[in-house]
């Protein structure tokens, strides 16, 4: 990631009591939208496997570890430490710390739904297709008016495991655009192309 602020612009910051040091501006943001309208960047799906960091997958994708943040600005993720999935030794750690032991972790309801329509599975060919349940999220008043078959309590466990399980899939940006990505970046702050 420290590659990612290399071009950044620097300012003068006097700490209280101490010298005036440089500091890199991070409050500058590259923005690859003119770039991505104009060029028709095509993004690629990728699984994130246990213990992958965005500089492992930058290395397996692009054979450059120093494009983690190309990884990460593909992704929208501005906090590789909150928004970027766990492993599964960081979940259960942070699973614990969060909500105690495994059996409150499965107690706690952390809401409740309502099912409109199951899952369901149909066949075209050899290809069997899966249409995910659709459900809504009721308050407990609605919950204990329904049938068994129409509802279901979703415990903090299942939800959590559930939000870090969707960060798994994320979308990068295909190879062939990757030297245009670093071109721009190298001379974004002195073109103007920049939010604050």
Known sequence: MAHYFSPFPTAPYKFPST???????????????????????????????????????????????????????????????????????????YMIQKYGTLSDQYQTVHHYEWIISPQTEYT?????????????????????????????????????????ERRRQIFLFDVNFVDQIRDSHKTIFTTGNIIR
């Open 19 to 93: 010298s005036t040091v440089t500091v890199t501006d991070i409050t500058r943001r590259f923005t690859l939208m003119n770039l991505i309208s104009a060029s028709k960047i095509v993004y690629d799906e990728y699984y994130v496997q246990d213990g992958e960091r965005p500089d492992t997958v930058a290395w397996d994708y692009y054979n450059d570890t120093t494009l983690d943040w190309v990884v990460l600005l593909a992704n929208e993720i501005q906090d590789p430490y909150f928004q970027w999935v766990l492993s599964d030794e960081q979940f259960r750690a």
């Open 124 to 164: 075209e060919g050899e290809t069997v297709n899966v249409v995910p349940e659709k459900t809504l999220v009721i308050d407990y008043a609605k919950y204990i008016t329904l049938a068994a078959y129409e509802r279901k309590i979703v415990t903090v466990y299942d939800y959590e495991f559930i939000q870090n």
